[in-house]
């Protein structure tokens, strides 16, 4: 007896072999076929769905959801769109806190404002306590005069990190830390409780099962710029246990977070985690994935690392995290250590930087089946896009900046290399997948708006920057599909629906490629279910079943690793 039997469906399996179907039958979070093969078999509960719309279940292949979860409970300045804003914000915020308590903000962006947040106005605005606010990039903040003094920055004791920058004016420093400077600050926050975490990874995890997504890529955890804690992967396992876990997480690690660890000669194992941990290891809920390390900063902050100056800052040519004999060293060992790596690289010195380091890695020990990555690949030349391809890497751009900061990046970068940023198409004539991502908090992380911006490629202000790097509605949906599974690895578990797969879908009110493209973010999600199990939507379910679910039906993360 099939657990569920989904009848009355438009589905669209993003198989090649039987692209649709109308009928799917599931069994122990599986699926085990389709229309007549299933259709007359007796189900523990079937659903009509009316002709509504069934995908297999989106993947984000770069998100931070213990940070997006704990923005939700920080002071929101995205909407702000003055200084005065921001100021009247916090001043707001801070009347409801406790006498002392850390004011912390996220979402600010100086391209909106004009210019940062400086500690004079965030010290009227809340003086006697530290005030810590955020960039919506990630790569910088805003402190007060406290969180200076806290950090040992007003009177010069502590040291600004190698890639990092206290920015200063003639007053001294202006409360604007750039890249690992915020290491300073945060050190006086940091570790998170394990319980705080898993209470942000549950929040986030609800938001994520609304919109669809069933598979996620945390992209950085355990140290570095992002981490939250060095025991950050309890967090994950804490909010799998209580039930609270609604999508599956892969789990990149921060490089800071690997050490030199000692194994026989023959295993070549010497930069990684203790016992021998590395990529793979975990099951379908929760699975350690790549190895993270920053090459270089931001496209939005104008610390990427590019070969030509901006056009708009003084920033020059930006910068990068580590050396680049520091960073080719990392890259060199975790790939002898059996880690796919996931590079950070946004500006195209950066991406020469990466390219060259997995050049030589793969020149050491072939690895020829290894899928390394290079996150966001933001601005992209032409002679760079066959290396790509030539050495099997992954470029996971976000498509949704183009709408939510196009703009700012078609500033900074100039007309004749505005055609660079963030490709698509491209990188698929080359033969490179692109899988679907969002970079969430920094940019809104819906799939469907991912997938508007992946076919119209606008901005907020109506520009469109790459035209020919369009594709069509089809090949945004496998993005966020076969194609996110394929770089996370998991293609044979997930990202099509197929007999054999996990039975991970969504249920839509229309499908991407049947409606306008104006309209592909606003398609509604009607449910999500994972493994079997529905993670949203219930009461529209509910609404369409023709025999009751049983009640010792389980959620597929209840259970133990």
């Known amino acids: 007896m099939l657990d569920l039997l989904i009848t009355n469906a438009r589905l669209s399996t993003v198989n090649e072999d039987r692209p649709t179907a109308h009928a799917m039958g599931i069994l122990n979070g599986s699926i085990v076929?389709?229309?007549?093969?299933?259709?007359?078999?007796?189900?523990?509960?079937?659903?009509?769905?009316?002709?509504?719309?069934?995908?297999?279940?989106?993947?984000?292949?770069?998100?931070?959801?213990?940070?997006?979860?704990?923005?939700?409970?920080?002071?929101?300045?995205?909407?702000?769109?003055?200084?005065?804003?921001?100021?009247?914000?916090?001043?707001?915020?801070?009347?409801?806190?406790?006498?002392?308590?850390?004011?912390?903000?996220?979402?600010?962006d100086d391209t909106v404002l004009g210019a940062h947040p400086h500690r004079t106005l965030l010290d009227a605005a809340a003086p006697g306590r530290p005030v810590w606010l955020k960039h919506r990039s990630g790569h910088m903040c805003s402190v007060n005069s406290l969180a200076l003094e806290l950090a040992g920055i007003l009177d010069g004791t502590a040291a600004t990190p190698e890639g990092g920058k206290v920015v200063t004016d003639?007053?001294?420093?202006?409360?604007?830390?750039?890249?690992?400077?915020?290491?300073?600050?945060?050190?006086?926050?940091?570790?998170?409780?394990?319980?705080?975490?898993?209470?942000?990874?549950?929040?986030?995890?609800?938001?994520?099962?609304?919109?669809?997504?069933?598979?996620?890529?945390?992209?950085?955890?355990?140290?570095?710029?992002?981490?939250?804690?060095?025991?950050?992967?309890?967090?994950?396992?804490?909010?799998?246990?209580?039930?609270?876990?609604?999508?599956?997480?892969?789990?990149?690690?921060?490089?800071?977070?690997?050490?030199?660890?000692?194994?026989?000669?023959?295993?070549?194992?010497?930069?990684?985690?203790?016992?021998?941990?590395?990529?793979?290891?975990?099951?379908?809920?929760?699975?350690?994935?790549?190895?993270?390390?920053?090459?270089?900063?931001?496209?939005?902050?104008?610390?990427?690392?590019?070969?030509?100056?901006?056009?708009?800052?003084?920033?020059?040519?930006?910068?990068?995290?580590?050396?680049?004999?520091?960073?080719?060293?990392?890259?060199?060992?975790?790939?002898?250590?059996?880690?796919?790596?996931?590079?950070?690289?946004?500006?195209?010195?950066?991406?020469?930087?990466?390219?060259?380091?997995?050049?030589?890695?793969?020149?050491?020990?072939?690895?020829?089946?290894?899928?390394?990555?290079?996150?966001?690949?933001?601005?992209?030349?032409?002679?760079?896009?066959?290396?790509f391809a030539e050495l099997g890497i992954t470029p996971v751009p976000q498509p949704h900046f183009l709408y939510e900061v196009g703009d700012t990046m078609a500033a900074a970068v100039g007309p004749d290399r505005e055609p660079w940023v963030y490709r698509h198409r491209s990188f698929l004539a080359s033969g490179v997948r692109v899988p679907g991502s969002s970079d969430r908090p920094v940019a809104s992380g819906a799939p469907l708006l991912g997938m508007q911006s992946m076919v119209q490629r606008r901005t907020s202000s109506g520009a469109v920057i790459g035209p020919d790097e369009r594709v069509d509605a089809e090949a945004a949906l496998r993005a966020y599909t076969v194609d996110a599974a394929w770089a996370a690895g998991d293609e044979q578990r997930r990202g099509t629906l197929e007999p054999g797969k996990l039975a991970d879908f969504v249920v839509l009110s229309d499908h991407p490629a049947h409606v306008d493209p104006e309209r592909i973010g606003a398609i509604e999600v009607l449910a999500t279910v994972l493994g079997g199990a529905c993670v949203f939507g219930d009461a529209f379910l509910d609404s369409r079943t023709a025999v009751p679910v049983p009640a010792t039906a389980t959620h597929p993360s209840d259970q133990e690793a």
């Open 33 to 108: 076929g389709f229309d007549d093969d299933v259709s007359d078999l007796p189900a523990r509960r079937t659903i009509d769905l009316d002709q509504a719309v069934v995908v297999p279940g989106f993947g984000d292949s770069h998100n931070h959801m213990a940070w997006f979860g704990q923005s939700l409970q920080e002071l929101d300045l995205s909407g702000c769109r003055t200084l005065d804003e921001v100021s009247a914000a916090v001043r707001d915020f801070a009347a409801v806190l406790d006498e002392g308590q850390w004011l912390v903000g996220s979402g600010y």
């Open 170 to 387: 003639t007053d001294g420093p202006t409360g604007l830390l750039e890249e690992r400077a915020q290491q300073l600050v945060t050190a006086l926050v940091l570790p998170y409780p394990v319980a705080d975490l898993a209470d942000a990874i549950a929040a986030a995890s609800e938001v994520y099962a609304s919109e669809g997504l069933t598979h996620v890529v945390e992209a950085g955890i355990g140290g570095g710029l992002i981490g939250r804690s060095p025991v950050e992967l309890a967090a994950y396992t804490l909010a799998r246990r209580q039930g609270a876990l609604k999508t599956r997480v892969q789990l990149m690690v921060a490089s800071d977070a690997l050490h030199p660890v000692t194994s026989h000669g023959d295993d070549r194992i010497d930069f990684g985690l203790d016992l021998g941990i590395s990529t793979g290891f975990g099951d379908d809920a929760v699975r350690i994935g790549a190895m993270k390390i920053f090459v270089d900063g931001s496209l939005i902050g104008r610390t990427a690392a590019v070969t030509e100056p901006f056009c708009d800052h003084a920033h020059g040519t930006g910068a990068f995290q580590l050396s680049i004999e520091e960073l080719t060293r990392r890259i060199i060992a975790a790939h002898h250590s059996g880690w796919t790596v996931a590079a950070h690289a946004i500006g195209d010195s950066a991406v020469d930087v990466a390219l060259d380091a997995f050049a030589a890695a793969q020149q050491e020990l072939p690895r020829p089946d290894v899928r390394h990555r290079i996150e966001h690949a933001g601005m992209v030349r032409p002679d760079q896009l066959d290396r």
